[in-house]
């Protein structure tokens, strides 16, 4: 038994999670691993092979660097399960003219229920994973805290685990900088992990193509998903479009249609398989509402707490407020905000701690 207790750590064979491992290893753990499989491509009709932690090479990288340090390793099939939250939802919020954010639904329903799921059956107190990004408690609260590499920070996908899930998470990196795991990996003559690419493509579309793969899934695709009309704001016909899928909030390439000034996907209507174009300035809001909203560092906000909110990863964040309305959250923001689009996250920080986040409705 080591004298840190046992601990059950997620690795998909990338230098992040390999990492972990590692530290936690030397920092004494009883350390397990294990790699979890939610897709496999090529079963439905892919043209590339799998990535990331669906591939064979990965699944070999992490189970090799687990016999490497002398602890074991074991694969957890997931793949009922990542169809019946994320791939199912994925398809879903395209039917409802909406863009999905199935990294959100994976983390909290996915991979940390699984893992807790795991964890408990190997008598494992805690899991770990390779994320950067600090856990941190005030009196019965837990929440996520931005980690020290601002680039590489991870939070914004994090906003929706649970307290029971954050109680029981250790993120070993988060006082770390990418370039600091890199150069860890390598020092320990793991060269082949340290060198390994990144891919920032979702992990069941590797070709980066989720219109394809939305015409293999959806039976009668072109029925269901069928040209319409590009409109202004006044409702005047500018163009035919492909079907409401090709197209996303803030989208100003692939329109195939001259306006003779920058014209920008501003609104996307389901009733009349409408999508409403305009010029960049109609692409700004003053306000959003959220729904699902999960909360970390308090279990109540206040109308008009002052926040940072980020509706999408890359966000820098902007100032707001926010406000209790029809069960979920309205956040005002103090400078009109571009492309907010449904279906996305808007999280909400206090300095660098996650006050929570939502849906964007």
Known sequence: MSKNGKILVAMSGGVDSSVAAMLLHE????????????????????TTKETG???????????????????????LDLREDFEKHVISNFISEYKNARTPNPCVLCNTHIKWEALLRKADMLDCEFIATGHYAFINQLQDRFYISKGNDEIKDQSYVLWGLTQQSLSRTMFPLNIYSKTEIKEMALNSGYDAIAKKSESYEICFIPDNDYRGFLKR??????????????????????????????????????????????????????STNEVVLGEKEALYSDSTELIGVNLHKYAEITDGMDVLVKVRYK????????????????????NPVSAITPG??????????????????
Request: one cysteine or more; aromatic letters at 14%; a neutral charge.
């Open 315 to 334: 966000d820098p964040g902007t100032a707001a407020k926010l406000f209790n309305k029809n069960g979920g959250i309205e956040v005002v923001f103090n």
């Open 344 to 361: 996305q996250s808007a999280v909400f920080y206090e300095g660098k701690d996650i006050i929570g986040g939502g849906f964007i409705r």
């Open 217 to 270: 899934r959806v039976d009668d695709f072109d029925a269901q998903f069928p040209e319409g009309n590009f409109v202004d704001k006044n409702g005047k016909i500018l163009g035919k479009h492909k079907g409401l899928p090709f197209y996303t909030i803030g989208q100003r390439k692939g329109l195939d249609i001259a306006m003779g000034v920058p014209y920008y996907v501003v609104d996307i209507k389901k």
């Open 53 to 75: 932690c669906c591939s064979l090479d990965s699944i070999n990288d992490a189970r090799y660097l687990a016999v490497q340090l002398g602890f074991p390793h074991y694969i």
């Open 27 to 46: 920092q004494g753990y009883d350390v397990i691993g294990i790699t979890m499989k939610v897709w496999d491509y090529a079963s439905f009709g892919g």
